[in-house]
């Protein structure tokens, strides 16, 4: 009897029919282009999305297939990669069925919180070849977190994210960016899971709104309209990368979300003296 070889389980737990480390790789999923660049795979990627942006000039020899909600099927099929990787939120569960149905292998990440994402890189890691480097990704991630959570009591600043306007979403809970913030010690606004609806003057009960540039654009005129409903909050442009690209570049934002929640903290005490 021949030995069987184990397939690899991606984030979803589905074996994915990959043998030994994949040569051609298609990313639709920007964060984790970077991550492949970030741990030296940039090479392997033949494809990516349009938004597969950063590193600048990082993947000079790859196609673009078109966006991460739209991905130009035949054209990734014809690259004939040894996998595709993509992500639950960013990409439709059909593009994935069209995919494997043209008998691509397909990695498909998913991440509702810190520690999921860092199990997410690890996992990929591992399937592309770069396992050391994933790895340190990972634990850079949690040490992170660890390091700048809150101790001890007080009242928690309230944040709001919005990522989209015209109608207004924000983020939630049961999402990475969203788990990390109420991590470091912060309340949602609104706190509800995912990416939930919510009216423009519900974000300012928060203490602080973050209007990051992706997906929506936010910039100064949003900022300017937010200041004038409610001189209170805090409103504040934020590098939409940063946000939301999980992976690298995380242990950065980490330190940046608990600086601010400092500042927040520091100033609601400098008013609860003044009003005494």
């Not at 970030?38 to 392997?44: E, I, K, L, N, Q």
């Not at 990669?81 to 990409?91: A, C, R, T």
């Not at 928060?206 to 936010?218: H, I, K, Y």
Request: charge should be neutral.
């Amino acid at each position: 009897m021949s030995d069987v070889v184990a397939l690899p389980v991606d984030d979803l737990g589905t074996p994915v029919p990959v043998v030994g480390t994949p040569r051609r790789v298609v990313s639709l999923v920007p964060n984790l282009s970077e991550a492949l660049w970030w741990w030296g795979r940039g090479t392997s990627l033949v494809g990516v999305t349009d938004w597969c942006t950063s590193p600048p000039d990082g993947f000079p020899h790859a196609v673009r297939v078109r966006g991460t909600k739209n991905p130009d099927v035949a054209a990734v099929v014809g690259l004939e990669p040894d996998l595709v990787v993509v992500n639950v939120d960013e990409n439709r569960e059909l593009d994935v069925r069209r995919l494997r149905g043209a008998g691509l292998a397909v990695w498909v990440t998913a991440a509702r919180d810190p520690r999921g994402a860092a199990r997410s890189l690890a996992r990929l890691g591992e399937v592309v070849g770069a396992a050391a480097p994933a790895r340190a990704t990972a634990d850079r991630l949690l040490t992170a977190v660890e390091r700048d959570r809150p101790t001890g009591g007080g009242v928690l600043p309230r944040v709001a994210v919005p990522v989209w306007r015209d109608p207004w979403m924000a983020i939630g809970r049961d999402t990475v960016v969203g788990e990390l913030l109420v991590e470091l010690g912060f309340q949602l606004v609104p706190d509800a899971p995912r990416y939930p609806a919510v009216e423009r003057d519900d974000l300012l009960e928060a203490d602080l709104v973050l209007l990051p540039d992706e997906p929506w654009a936010f910039g100064e005129d949003d900022r300017r309209e937010l200041l004038a409903a409610s001189p209170r909050a805090a409103v504040r442009l934020f590098d939409g990368q940063l946000l939301t690209w999980w992976g690298p570049r995380t242990p950065a934002l980490v330190s940046e979300l608990a600086e601010l929640r400092r500042h927040l903290v520091r100033r609601a005490a400098r008013r609860a003296r003044r009003d005494a």
